[in-house]
């Protein structure tokens, strides 16, 4: 197709061809109307793509280029220097590749087969120095980053435990005897000792504003140390995939005052009142749901199946970050789990429904 000239009106391929300037050398296309019909096309392209970047702008909430941790910072801070290499490159390269296909490009009326070369052993030696030279570069910086994620974590960090199951996280802070599930709370400046295994299959832990991903695998413990940096709300996700709900297997990392992170702490260990322990939705709880979650505070500590239910009423998502925790989309994954996330591996347990408002109002009220 490449070097015909399409009769105007014609099909895809012919207008790729020349929307890249694929007609061949000395094939002129007279058709006005087409060559106005590819500028259009042209630009309809450069539109579209640049509507496709805007949209990926605004609020970011999972960018590296944000950094709100150290180690998010060291990661920014080996990936910018390389960013600034390639972009040079980039431009030398190309300047010289555009500049030596104007300057030299084949004029009307020059049939001649330039001067044919082979090789120039200086030139050859060139190019190769200088790439191994700037790998060399990027390699020792890398190490040095590497270096400084591997040292230990200090005296007084907050050891976290993280387990990965198919497709949600259970978060253990041994110091304080708490569990929770899908939603990290971070006390910050103070250093983090994260301790990652999986249950299941391989996941990936990554919260990108506060520090680079790190595999997490069955059979062993993986660790990764970091302090956060910023009060905040921080988006993160599981970053290998990891079968069908891969991609709802999100997690929200709150970064709180030592104040406030000792509050929710309390909080998560005093369970529910008196009044909700004896309620009936605690009663369903017992009978269909507490083989398989736990809440801490309360005689159902043994399910460890699904997720930590403690403090349910106090959780922004339901399901990892698959919707908001309301009480309609609590009714809705209770109902039916996987109508609300695809795949989820909770059953749905056929309950009437004023036993699901029952357990919805016990489950919304531990706070
Ligand atoms: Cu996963």
Redo the contacts with the bound molecule.
Sequence with gaps: MVGTIPPAGTGVVGGVSVLFGLSAPGVRNSDSRWRQRAARARLALIAATGLLLLTGCGELPQTIMQPAGDDARLVQGLLMPILWIALVIFVLIEGFLIFSMIKYRRRPGNEDIPKQVHGNNRLELLWTAIPAAIVLVIAVMTFKTMAVQAEAPGEGALVVEVS?S??WWEFSYPELGVVTANELYLPIGREIDLRVHAND????FWIPKLAGKID?VPGIENRMKFVAEKIGRYQGQ?S????IA?AQ?RLLAFVVTTVEFEEWAEKQLTGPSAEAAASAGAGIFAAQCAACHSIQGTAFTFGQIGPELTGMGLRETLGAGTVANTPENLADWIREPTAVKPGALMPALGLVEDDISAVVAYLEGLR
């Design positions: 990965a198919q497709w299959v391989i996941h990936s997490v599981c290998e995939f990891c079968g891969h297997m």
